[in-house]
């Protein structure tokens, strides 16, 4: 059964050479302005603002500004790098803010972004932060010494050297 390429050439009768040379010239030529690269300036804006939106999205939780609270809380940043500021100064009987700004999201595979503020010395005092949260927490040391926080829940727990802290309770 005879293609179509075949019934052409024969027709024709011309040599292997001309042939090739009909076949580049017949090669579809694009203009610029042509249909093809309308739809590839298309492509190239909605890669774009693909990328864009994807960076907005990820960059958001930490750009986002904090709402506001008690004006003379301490905040503490929680992240997998550890805790800053990572020494807390107070003062037994006077009541200490604790604002918590975890700002770490649930994408992570270890704790799922969740970080923790315990201090086993002082009547096992535990706050846990959700993922890109800021939590507030009050309490009023009692008795004065230099007693270690650490968070359990993220990157190897207590043994992670970064999750630790000091808070310096003065009388
Ligand atoms: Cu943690």
Redesign the pocket.
């Known amino acids: 059964m005879p293609t179509s390429e075949k019934v052409r050439t024969t027709g024709k009768n011309v040599t292997r050479k001309e042939a090739r040379n009909e076949s580049l010239r017949r090669r579809p030529g694009r203009k610029p302005g042509s249909r093809l690269s309308g739809l590839r300036a298309a492509t190239f804006g909605l890669t774009v603002l693909v990328v864009l939106g994807t960076a907005a999205y990820f960059l958001w939780p930490a750009l986002k500004p904090l709402e506001e609270g008690n004006p003379g809380a301490v905040t503490v940043q ?1 992240s ?1 790098a550890g805790f800053a500021p990572f020494r807390i100064e107070a003062k037994t009987g006077e009541p200490l803010t604790l604002r918590f700004v975890n700002r770490d999201t649930q994408f992570h595979t270890d ?1 799922g972004g969740w ?2 503020f315990a201090i086993d010395e002082l009547d096992s005092l535990d706050v846990k932060v959700p993922p890109q949260t800021t939590k507030e927490f009050t309490f009023t040391p009692g008795k004065a010494g230099e007693f270690e926080f650490y ?1 359990d ?3 190897g727990g207590r043994e992670n050297p970064a ?1 630790v802290g000091t808070l310096a309770v003065r009388s």
């Open positions: 929680l997998m704790g970080h923790q968070c829940v993220c990157c999750m």
